[in-house]
């Protein structure tokens, strides 16, 4: 029935949708399974796409050819480029979506593939020969061969839903549990763990006064995701703000007793920086209200997704709660909160190209890896793809560094460092963010994706015009002078010091409290020159002129830091002949098997002094 396939996918979430894309626009015939084609690319929880340090793994993707960004764009019902009173190093694009659009354009966008086949079925088995992932069994009982195969089976794996003293099988509301691979996997050799995590209640929007509530609007100037161009939806819709108070506390203490998460039925760590409201409540006892955010679910729908008050208890509990807040005092419940816990995969057991140490052509993406969000599983999966198609076919790997991504941030943590909870990506994790900006994650990128095959021509080009002509203006602006009668009144107005003879544009735009449009207003030739580019390329020349010097620093330091990075370390290196090596550093570098000595450096428990002696012994 089934022809064998280069690669198989497992799961048709967000990073098994990416993963399927990448790997078949490289040329592998794909078949991607899943439990519910109805619900593939399914927004589980907030129906949002991007936020701090998220919006930058979404852009990324893009660059790379990636389809998470271009599919947010065509589903946005509102945009906001979050931290923009903040340095551009910080700022993050975040789009509220369309849920039932995002996941229509996701499954048009797969059927549009001519080299992706999909398949609804549970996968029970790997199939596993002389070490190596030769395809699938099901629970159908089809056995279907592969070169490789990449398992993204998000919160599915042996999952347990939780409502106060309830609890049933479930990888999500209404869908059942995958059972079977861990217990495989365990049976050779792997480490698994429980992890858990949740989501809020949803309620009819027609229930609630939005009179009470403060109103949220997009930005005036959309933005959006992708590099390509793309039409976008004309209208934005309204997001509200909204709070808890001390009465609703009350009502959700009363229900502590039957919580999951407090009586001890749920063993697995939530994400700490999503907590439930019991949690909130119970760790920050001294706040009387927590911030709730009142999301649409889409353009049509009526439904709407409560953000901030994720829970597990009872429903009668959170009903009665819920209605304690102000605007949602007849509010209807479309279904409660829940939690969910899952098995996962400690990702320490992974190579950095994500494909596992033990068993060779088998890839892990996603939540299987302890990750939470969309963005993060996506980038994984989009890795793991072209990882899958290059393994199969003998060609170089894709590992980008953390001073070029953070989708290279992202995998050098869990490869490296591992984790214990469910791993959130933040601009903080990434040491040379102010190089891996959301405004440059094409120029950073693309040219990488253009030699893997994975964008066009036109993408490439439209990168190298963007570099061009941001050049140029920059070198307009360093040999083009302004004198200070015509400059001098726009550097009162905004409180800047004054000049006495004629200055460089260059210098004038360098000053924190000038713009670049600003300076159009009162130079007519580069107001004229800014009309003939697009915004990105004149954004794109404003930061590297006001940040140049600091740029400059922190290339200095990733060069430093390139001597360890390209320091590659023999995969058969015998830590264990080392007895200058600690006990810790010998264990933890056997386990792991860097890459190099900048991975090693960043192993928990391998010191300086151990790097040293790996230094000496590698000379």
Not at 175 to 191: N, R
Not at 348 to 366: H, P, V
Request: net charge neutral.
């Amino acid at each position: 029935m089934f022809k064998k396939y280069n690669v198989i996918v497992v799961g048709a979430g967000h990073a098994g949708c990416e993963a399927a894309t990448a790997a078949s626009k490289m040329g592998s015939s794909v078949l991607l399974i899943t439990m519910n084609m109805g619900v593939i690319a399914q927004m589980s929880c907030n129906p949002a796409i991007g936020g701090v340090a998220k919006g930058q793994i979404v852009r990324e993707i893009d660059a790379l050819g990636g389809y998470t960004g271009i599919i947010a764009d065509k589903s946005t019902v509102q945009f906001r480029m979050l931290n923009k009173s903040k340095g551009p190093a910080m700022w993050s694009p975040r789009t509220q979506n369309d849920r039932m659009r995002f996941a229509e354009e996701w499954r048009l966008t797969l059927e549009s593939l001519p080299n992706v086949d999909m398949w609804q079925d549970m996968v029970k088995e790997i199939i596993i020969d002389k070490g190596q992932a030769k395809g699938v069994v099901t629970s159908m009982g089809l056995r279907i061969e592969s070169d490789a195969v990449i398992l993204t089976n998000g919160t599915f794996l042996n999952g347990v839903i939780h409502i106060g003293d309830k609890k049933f099988g479930g990888g999500r509301s209404g869908e059942k549990s995958a059972t079977g691979i861990t217990e495989q996997l365990v049976s050779l050799g792997f480490e698994s763990g429980r992890m858990k995590t949740g989501t809020p209640p949803r309620v009819d929007g027609r229930s609630l006064n939005y009179s009470l509530m403060e109103e949220q609007w997009g930005d005036e100037k959309k933005g959006k995701f992708s590099y390509s161009d793309i039409d976008l939806p004309t209208e934005q819709r309204c997001c509200w703000i909204t709070y808890t108070n001390d009465k609703v506390h009350d009502i959700l203490r009363t229900g502590f007793d039957k919580s999951p998460m407090f009586t001890g039925r749920i063993k697995g760590l939530g994400p700490r920086y999503c907590p439930s409201i019991e949690d909130k409540i119970n760790r920050f006892a001294e706040r009387d209200r927590h911030q709730i955010f009142v999301e649409p679910e889409g353009f049509k729908t009526v439904e709407i997704y409560v953000n901030g008050f994720s829970t597990s208890l009872p429903e009668d509990i959170q009903h009665k709660a819920m209605q304690l807040i102000p605007g949602f005092e007849n509010a209807k419940m479309y279904r409660p909160g829940y939690a969910i816990e899952y098995d996962y995969f400690p990702p320490m057991q992974l190579d950095l190209t994500l494909e596992t140490l033990r068993i060779k052509n088998m890839f892990f993406a996603g939540q299987i890896n302890g990750t939470t969000g969309y963005e993060e599983a996506g980038a994984q999966g989009y890795i793991a793809g072209i990882n899958a198609h290059q393994r199969i076919n003998d060609q170089h790997e894709l590992i980008l560094k953390r001073s070029e991504s953070y989708i290279g941030v992202l995998i050098d943590d869990l490869v490296t460092k591992g984790t214990e909870e469910p791993y959130r990506m933040f601009t903080s994790r990434a040491e040379h963010r102010l190089l891996l900006r959301q405004d440059n994650a094409d120029i950073r990128l693309t040219p990488i994706a253009y030699k893997l095959g994975l964008v066009s021509d036109e993408r490439l080009e439209k990168v190298n015009k963007k570099i061009n002509q941001s050049e140029e203006l920059i070198n307009y602006m360093k040999n083009t002078s302004i004198s200070p009668e015509i400059i001098n009144p726009l550097l009162t107005k905004v409180g800047s010091s004054s000049v006495n003879q004629k200055i460089r544009l260059f210098n004038i735009l360098s000053r924190p409290q000038i713009n670049i449009h600003d300076i159009a207003t009162v130079e007519h030739i580069f107001s004229q020159k800014l009309k003939q580019l697009d915004e990105e390329t004149i954004e794109q020349t404003e930061i590297k002129i006001k940040y140049e010097s600091y740029f400059e620093k922190e290339m200095d330091i990733v060069n430093k830091m390139k001597k360890m990075e390209d320091k590659d370390i023999n995969p058969d290196f015998d830590y264990a002949s080392l007895p200058s090596l600690s006990i810790e550093a010998r264990e933890k570098l056997l386990k792991i098997k860097p890459r190099t000595l900048g991975q090693a450096s960043r192993i928990s428990g391998v010191t300086p002094s151990d790097i040293s002696v790996l230094m000496v012994h590698m000379n």
